[in-house]
């Protein structure tokens, strides 16, 4: 009987939550889009709003990275407890049966044929199976109480994912407008239109028209300063948008196509971010490279990115590093909210071009950025 009551209580006993990477994973993501929330409701009334919406999306992104990564973590170790638990029915059924004719009432249930010998024996052997039953029982419960737990963690996660890209869609929007109203940045230089046209009109590769930026200048204002010095920060210059390296300087596309510089694979609606202080000499449509923007961070060094669909900021004005840039392209809410290919770079749809030129010729982009994680 005593027994019985005590495999009994290890069974219907609720025991600590088993707290896997899955799970962490996720609440972890959760307290980041916790704060990136409380950075919404505070951006509207900071004194530099483009500064305080910009760190709110990049957190927003960082967040909703992180929780996807979690869901899609969590739906895995769900998918293999369950078929852990389908593959022990078996050992279910003949760990109950064993319980039960343990806990049976019957005088005779532990008596064996060979007499009080063998009773001993079976007795001894008994007593050297019960802390491996228990501890099976004990998995099994875990295993049960694992599930039910990561089911409610996703179905909570999934609601607050939903909520997140509300707020960062709200937080782009506002980023839109406070970028088109915003006229306080210094502006060394005034773009002629026509030469512009006509230098787009004859270009017909994208360093044929990085030489030919300086044609594109109306009037410069010598009262404003170039961006300084960026030496000490070659090599360690972070990317302008969270991505992942596709393919680096002179690697071969699928056409067998080679450029000279990286690509990057990033999400929908990324938010880009000038990596340095720099002048922007160029923004816009340009061949068939989409919107690009071209910086100049410091004299005869450009970064051009391109494959951006919103661009922000004018040509001749001089930004501080982090200043939004524009944003990606991308599809629908829906796809922003699925975990489908997240692991392996195919829920970064997107992808944002970045050459580096000194004196117009093109260098490693991966000498001057940091490409070793996911920036």
């Not at 999306?57 to 078929?83: D, K, N, Y």
């Not at 044609?215 to 961006?227: G, H």
Request: negative net charge; contains cysteine.
């Amino acid at each position: 009987m005593i027994l019985r009551a005590a495999v009994l209580a290890l069974l219907c006993a609720g025991s600590a939550l088993a707290q896997d990477d899955a799970s962490a994973q996720a609440r972890a993501a959760v307290g980041m889009l916790e704060a990136a929330a409380e950075q919404m409701d505070q951006a509207d009334g900071a004194r530099d709003r483009i500064r305080a919406l910009t760190e709110t999306i990049q957190a927003f992104e960082t967040g909703l990275s992180a929780m996807r990564t979690g869901l899609r973590q969590a739906a895995i170790r769900e998918s293999q407890l369950s078929a852990r638990l389908e593959a022990r029915d078996g050992e279910v059924g003949q760990l109950l049966a064993v319980l039960q004719s343990i806990g049976t009432d019957s005088p005779t249930a532990l008596l064996h044929p060979d007499g009080p010998t063998g009773t001993a024996r079976a007795g001894m052997l008994l007593a050297e199976l019960t802390p491996t039953l228990n501890q099976r029982a004990a998995q099994l419960r875990n295993d049960l109480e694992d599930v039910q737990t990561l089911r409610i963690l996703q179905t909570d996660a999934e609601a607050r994912l939903r909520s997140s890209l509300t707020a960062v869609q709200a937080a782009r929007t506002a980023l839109n407008k406070a970028m088109a109203e915003r006229t306080d940045l210094p502006q060394r230089f005034i773009e002629d239109p026509v030469s512009t046209a006509i230098l787009i009109a004859s270009t017909e590769t994208l360093g044929g028209f990085a030489s030919g930026l300086s044609q594109i200048v109306a009037s410069e204002d010598v009262m404003v300063e170039a961006p300084a010095t960026i030496d000490g920060q070659i090599g360690d210059l972070p990317l302008p948008v969270q991505s992942l390296v596709l393919r680096g300087m002179n690697e071969a596309d699928a056409a067998g196509v080679k450029r000279p510089g990286l690509l990057l694979a990033t999400r929908p609606r990324a938010i880009v971010t000038s990596p340095t202080a720099a002048t922007i000499r160029y923004q816009g449509p340009l061949l068939d490279f989409g919107n690009v923007i071209i910086l100049e961070p410091r004299a005869n060094t450009l970064f051009v990115l391109a494959g951006l669909e919103t661009v922000y900021g004018e040509t001749g004005q001089v930004i501080a590093a982090g200043t939004p840039i524009g944003l990606m392209g991308g599809a629908d809410a829906g796809s922003e909210l699925s975990t489908v290919g997240d692991g392996t770079g195919a829920a970064r749809s997107e992808t944002l071009y970045i050459e580096v030129r000194q004196d117009n010729v093109p260098q490693d982009p991966a000498s001057w950025f940091r490409t070793d994680k996911d920036g």
